[in-house]
């Protein structure tokens, strides 16, 4: 806060100055031209008169915030991109060089802190000083009253009628100003104008502020300028773009000797030192900040961060008002991003798409259990060069994040009717007949509500793949992504269901039902962003807990206060059983025999592809139990639209089928494979068969225990239980003699198994073979076991 001055200058004495400065110039016959005030103006009226004039002006000068440069970092602290529309970090007078205040003081106001607004005796000096040089040497006007006029330009922005009125050369303008500067004095103490001056003025060549012109000019704090640096500064204050050190070096050294001059005359140094100093070069040390994400290291994170922010009702009333905070205000933005991660994704797209090929590659990474972002790339960098592949539209994020309206998944859609069936209670064993094609009636299948889906036509499915079998089971439908097998499962279970819960797991464009709840669900026809898809599946990954995506964790503002903090925003969108079970079906997918069995990781892994039935793009969503990265390649034209990858260009190749196993999924391998080192060597939890039916489980030894004892082992392992028949048996009597299926045998949870009990009689001794005849060499022939092998090895 502002420190008041003891002693404040009244509007009177204020005039008192300005009539005697006016008779000086009468008698000297002289008019002061572009002084501090138009005396030939003011000898023409009464002192009464002037003094009413000012107390008719406004007295207070609004000073407000002054814009400062917003800061983005990685998660590691490290700055990812700087955004401002004036390139400036405020500091507080202590944390500038004493050499630095000396320098500016020298040449701007060197009885600063002697005089009151208004220096009578360093006006006149400077108009003699001036007239003798032919130019400007010293500043007529005090510091208090540039303040006032940096601070009407800088609140003119863009407006050229005010920032016309705020530089015009006129009585009132001049009157106004004077009395703006004497307000400044009455209620701010010496300090705080010098502070405020300090990191209002503009050095030049973007540099708005002290600390932002010594980190530009030299790349050094403004507390560290050494004496050299601090003339260069002082000099440029005046005309930043005709002593530009960097366009025009001489100019600024000149200036610069100048302003060493004036420290000499007014005391601060000798002018041996002086001398000495003068013959040196200006020790430029160039640096430049960077505006916006576009240089950045992860520049369409970057974007996503800033257009994600800019919905956030808290940062601003709407959208403007939340850019221009960004823009301003100073904010210390801390992200999600993980550098190596995003390393990782960059080098993983970049290396199968190529910014210039006609298809597109991305990749999102999301981390289960809390949804922060690790990483987005894509194949086409950022800019306006459509020659070099780039562009500004951001394939990987919501189109409100990055203005691309998406693209279809394929099959990796089908995880969500396979979880929303296990949540249902459909047994993982449950077969279903899967012809390569089928026509299913599209009034078969229900939506919300138990109403029919109004359509009365068929709804014809082919299969693109082979699962082995006729009747797979949920396993074998999945890792063979069996299109017929999946319509029907969604035809058994209804839209409803998996539609929702692909809506509360993140899927932002469904709120169509009449477009999207339809039976070509399960094919994956909506539009979604690889970030979508990775989220989604992190919450298998989380054991049905989702957590909405999230590139932030918390803004600062500039004086270092918490803004707002960014928790993870977690709900259970499903049980634990049915996310368990699903994780272990679709590790199948990734295991040996699975379509992308070649992205095996050195840890547990599953994951789904997805290929479009026109070619359009092709998918790959993959996971451990720590981190979810969705891989997706997609044929668009130049606006975005999306169009057939037939025949575009994939890595310099022209492809002419494309499937997700084949080209997306290598992307997510290469991706996941570089960052595994990283990750904890988790494992998923393994479906319960108690909870979740058609588990493959052993059937436990029972043999010999009690009915009641045998039930509980058996049903504590899923099964049901049924009571045969008594058999003899070396078993006590009413204990157990066997079960169907077999001890040790594999069968689905939930299906029954049959005891059968000892009677206490135990089975008569088998009698032994009767010795065979030599001869008849057919006969000593191994026999010909009825059971063949039906094992998978």
């Known amino acids: 806060m502002s420190e008041p001055r003891s002693t404040a200058r009244t509007a009177g004495r204020v005039v008192s100055h300005l009539g005697v400065m006016a008779l000086v110039s009468v008698v000297l016959g002289v008019v002061v031209a572009g002084l501090a005030i138009p005396f030939a103006g003011v000898a023409g009226i009464g002192t009464r008169n002037l003094a009413d004039t000012m107390d008719q002006l406004p007295a207070q000068l609004e000073t407000g915030t002054l814009d400062q440069r917003t800061t983005i970092l990685d998660r590691n602290g490290d700055v990812l991109a700087t955004v401002y529309d004036q390139n400036r970090v405020e500091v507080p007078l202590s944390q500038v060089s004493r050499k630095m205040v000396k320098a500016m003081l020298a040449t701007e106001d060197a009885r600063f802190y002697q005089h009151g607004a208004l220096d009578l005796q360093g006006t006149l000096r400077a108009f003699i000083t001036n007239q003798a040089e032919s130019g400007t040497v010293q500043g007529g006007s005090s510091i208090t009253q540039q303040l006032v006029k940096q601070t009407l330009l800088y609140q003119a922005g863009d407006n050229k009628k005010e920032q016309a009125a705020a530089t015009a050369d006129t009585y009132a303008r001049k009157l106004q100003e004077l009395r703006y500067a004497v307000a400044l004095e009455q209620n701010h103490s010496k300090d705080w104008i010098l502070q405020r001056y300090l990191n209002t003025v503009y050095f030049g060549d973007g540099a708005y502020g002290i600390q932002s012109a010594a980190k530009h000019f030299f790349n050094v704090n403004a507390s560290d300028l050494s004496l050299l640096q601090s003339a260069t500064l002082a000099g440029l204050v005046r005309n930043p773009s005709g002593y530009d050190p960097i366009d025009d070096p001489q100019a600024a050294t000149n200036r610069r000797n100048v302003v060493l001059q004036r420290m000499v005359s007014v005391g601060i140094i000798k002018q041996r030192r002086a001398n000495k100093l003068s013959k040196r070069d200006l020790g430029l040390d160039p640096q430049r900040t960077t505006n916006g994400c576009t240089q950045s290291t992860a520049p369409f994170f970057c974007q996503y961060v800033i257009n994600y922010l800019k919905t956030d009702p808290a940062l601003g009333d709407n959208r403007k008002a939340r850019e221009n905070l960004i823009e301003t205000g100073g904010l210390t933005i801390k992200t999600t991003l993980a550098p190596n991660y995003q390393k990782a994704a960059d080098t993983a797209v970049s290396s199968h798409v190529y910014p210039t090929d006609q298809a597109i590659g991305g990749l999102a990474m999301v981390q289960p259990g809390t949804g922060e972002v690790f990483a987005i790339a894509q194949s086409r960098p950022m800019g306006t060069d459509k020659a070099k592949g780039q562009s500004y539209i951001n ?399």
């Open 395 to 793: 394939y990987t994020v919501p189109k409100r994040y990055g203005n691309s309206g998406g693209f279809q998944p394929g099959s990796t859609f089908k995880a969500f009717v396979l979880a929303a069936a296990i949540e249902k209670g459909v047994p993982l064993s449950k077969t279903i007949y899967s012809p390569p094609h089928i026509d299913v009636p599209q009034n078969s299948f229900k939506v919300c509500g138990g109403k029919n889906y109004q359509s009365t036509a068929d709804y014809p499915v082919n299969n693109s793949t082979d699962p082995g079998t006729s009747n797979p089971n949920l396993y074998q439908g999945t890792q063979y992504s069996v299109n017929t097998f999946f319509v029907q499962l969604e035809q058994q279970i209804g839209l409803c269901k998996p539609y929702k819960l692909a809506k509360r797991m993140g899927i932002t464009g469904l709120q169509d039902t009449n477009k999207w709840m339809v039976p070509s669900f399960t094919l994956g026809v909506a539009s979604v962003s690889p970030l979508e898809m990775a989220d989604a599946y992190a919450t298998f990954a989380a054991r049905g807990l989702y957590c909405s995506p999230r590139p932030v964790t918390s803004i600062s503002d500039a004086n270092g206060n918490e803004l707002k903090t960014y928790p993870a925003k977690c709900r259970q969108v499903m049980q634990n059983s049915t996310a368990d079970a699903v994780n272990d079906i679709l590790t199948g997918v990734i295991a040996p025999g699975g379509f992308a069995s070649a992205q095996q990781l050195d840890s547990p892994a599953a994951g789904k592809t997805g290929t479009t039935q026109d070619g359009k793009s092709v998918w790959f969503v993959g996971y451990t139990p720590d981190m979810a990265a969705a891989a997706m390649i997609a044929g668009a034209n130049q606006y975005g639209t999306p169009i057939s990858l037939t025949y575009q260009t994939v890595g310099g190749r022209t492809i002419y089928s494309a499937s997700g196993s084949g080209y997306a999924a290598p992307i997510w391998g290469d991706a996941m494979k570089a960052i595994m080192g990283q990750l904890p060597n988790d494992s998923f939890v393994a479906p319960n068969a108690s909870d979740v039916a058609g588990v493959p489980t052993t059937v436990p030894d029972v043999y010999g225990r009690s009915l009641d004892g045998a039930r509980k082992q058996l049903e504590a392992a899923g099964f049901t239980v049924a009571y045969g028949s008594y058999i003899n048996s070396t078993y006590p009597e009413g204990t157990v003699a066997a079960t169907s299926p077999s001890v040790g045998s594999t069968a689905p949870s939930g299906s029954t198994i049959t005891i059968l009990q000892s009677n206490g009689t135990p089975p008569a001794p088998s009698k032994p073979d009767k010795p065979k005849k030599s001869g008849g060499g057919d006969k000593n022939k191994p026999g010909k076991g009825k059971n063949k092998g039906r094992g998978r090895g």
